[in-house]
């Protein structure tokens, strides 16, 4: 018998994921649970210990009650204020920091979209921390590994931070479905502090298409394309035939062909979807970095040395005014 003998490892990981504690830090919109933010959970429970999810804004209960669904989650923290629908960050941040004080947490994590860019790392600065942004994979509780010049590197990066605020590159943690859970619902602690920046409006581009940053597929269109018109004309009809969301290259968007919400890239959206399709796109690494996950990359290029075919899995060389709208009639026709 071997007595004082040291803890296994298994013992020594489990003593400490009982002392981790997350806060996964959720979106909504109009009181409508983000679906995407519940990758904050997916991400959390990977870190183990506890985990409670965090929801403010205007009439957020069934938000609540949908996120308290998702299993292996203990608390949902909810705070009902109008003050906190936008989620300006000005506001939303001493509301934050009041709830991290309060649940003790060693881990606050949320989405690296424009919410989580925006609020997150003033939090953190509030409470002296260093942001850790945009994090692909979660190597244990203090390191997290990221992609730095456009994806064309992946750093490992170690905290030591007491609190460590995180945020996830959403295609790279599948988002939680509500399930069987059963997660307690609390009122958060609301400081009620004097507003600071207020929302003036939004215009917002609207589609009946499927979300871009969530799509199963996605159709995208570049410079190829000449004109809005003809983007209209060729890209649209074959969104609609795979049932697919539109996106854009930097330059179809900056050429006006697109809305600015459907550029993909560097400085656009991060996608991963099952199916993407570029058109007309040359497959710059700026382009790539916001689109090289998906599972299966198609391009239609009329030049054959374009870069786009180095990472696509099935090309077309041809001319795209042609090639498309053939393509469109047989998926319509299957
Ligand atoms: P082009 O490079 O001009 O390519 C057009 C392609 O269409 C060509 O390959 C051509 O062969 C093909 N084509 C033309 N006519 C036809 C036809 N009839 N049939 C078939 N094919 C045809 N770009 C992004 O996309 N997203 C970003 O987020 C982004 N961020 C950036 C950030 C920075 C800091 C910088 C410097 C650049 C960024 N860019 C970004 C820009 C990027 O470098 C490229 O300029 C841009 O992606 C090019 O877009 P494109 O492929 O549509 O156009």
Known sequence: RVIGAA???ASRAYARSRLLSTLAVLEQRDGQLSHGSLSAFTAAK???GTVHGFIAGNSVASAAQEAAKVEGVEKIISVDNLSYEKG????YAPLLIENIKKGGYTHVIAGHTAFGKSVL???????DSQQISDITAIENEATFVRPIYAGNAIATVESSDTIKFITIRGTAFAAETPGSGSAAIEAGVDPKSEPISEWVSEDLAKSDRPDLATAGKVVSGGRGLKSKEEFDKVMLPLADALGAAVGASRAAVDSGYADN???VGQTGKVVAPQLYMAVGISGAIQHLAGMKDSKVIAAINKDADAPIFQVADVGLV??????????????KGS
């Open 7 to 9: 803890p296994s490892l």
């Open 46 to 48: 990977k870190l183990g």
């Open 88 to 91: 300006l960050p000005e506001n």
């Open 121 to 127: 790392p003033r939090v953190a600065a509030m409470l």
């Open 261 to 263: 919400s459907l550029q």
């Open 318 to 331: 041809g001319d795209l005014f042609e090639k498309v709208p053939e393509l469109t009639e047989k998926v």
